[in-house]
């Protein structure tokens, strides 16, 4: 029997832990990104466990002028803006809660910035097949780049998403490894925020990016890790927001 989203992640939130290295390491699901036809973006993090601190939760928020605001659980010196917050206009340190209303239906709220966002997620045959080679794959191949550029190209075309990165530089200069384990198409969503309703998900052109990291064209949900290279005060800014 296939477990549902909501059983994989109260598996992950009950005995969080991480990979083992010496980057600094990320464990946990979330929406890799979901564009909306309006032009809005959004994207949530949960990583109950990180090798910088306490386990957080973070939404990101482009609006159509391509503007990113981050909002996280805990500072953003140790969420994602440590890595993105060159590109982004605002990080914001607030309340933001997750709850699940069935095994594949969740919402997120962000009272802060009155942001509602409800997400259904459904597995398809794109996803298992993906989910299947994933499972077979050894763990030295999550780590090589060259093999994560092949994957990259293939789950872009199989998925439909669009450009897929995997590895790369984030806007702050660290060198990145993404490896979602475990995915999930996003079935419908609907968000709004500061009392405006995003309207139906779809593709945006140009496709959303932060520097190497490509938001997929159609929603994704994913369960797996990610890296980064070290913080060096020598190579990489420490900037969490432009303003």
């Known amino acids: 029997m296939r477990l549902s989203p909501r059983h994989l992640v109260e598996q992950i939130e009950a005995a969080p832990t991480l990979p083992p290295g010496l980057d600094e390491r990320f464990n946990g699901y979330g929406v890799m990104g979901l564009p909306f036809i309006s032009g809005h973006v959004l994207a949530l993090r949960r990583f109950p466990a990180t090798s910088m601190g306490p386990g957080y939760t973070s939404v990101w928020h482009r609006n159509p002028q391509g503007e990113w605001v981050f909002y996280a659980t805990t500072a953003p010196q140790l969420s994602c803006s ?24 969740f919402r997120v709220l962000v009272p802060a910035a009155s942001l509602e966002w409800e997400v259904a997620v459904r597995s398809t045959a794109a996803t298992r097949v993906m989910n299947g080679m994933a499972r077979s794959l050894p763990g030295a191949a999550w780590r090589s780049p060259a093999f994560l550029a092949v994957m990259a190209r293939m789950a872009g075309s199989f998925l439909g998403v669009g450009r897929v990165g995997l590895y790369g530089t984030a806007p702050n200069g660290q ?27 779809g593709p945006v052109a140009p496709q959303a990016h932060l520097r190497d990291f490509w938001i997929p064209q159609r929603g994704m949900f994913a369960i797996g890790q990610a890296y980064f ?10 900037r969490t927001a432009r303003s």
Do not use: C, K, M, N
């Not at 440590?82 to 239906?105: C, H, K, M, N």
């Not at 290279?229 to 420490?238: I, K, L, N, V």
């Open 175 to 201: 060198r990145f490894i993404a490896t979602p384990r475990v995915l999930f198409r996003v079935r419908d969503s609907r968000a709004v925020v500061a009392g405006i309703d995003l309207g139906p998900p």
């Open 229 to 238: 290279e070290p913080f060096d005060p020598t190579r990489h800014s420490a």
């Open 82 to 105: 440590r890595y993105f917050g060159r590109d982004a206009l605002a990080s914001i340190q607030t309340e933001v809660r997750i709850t699940w209303l069935t095994p594949a239906r």
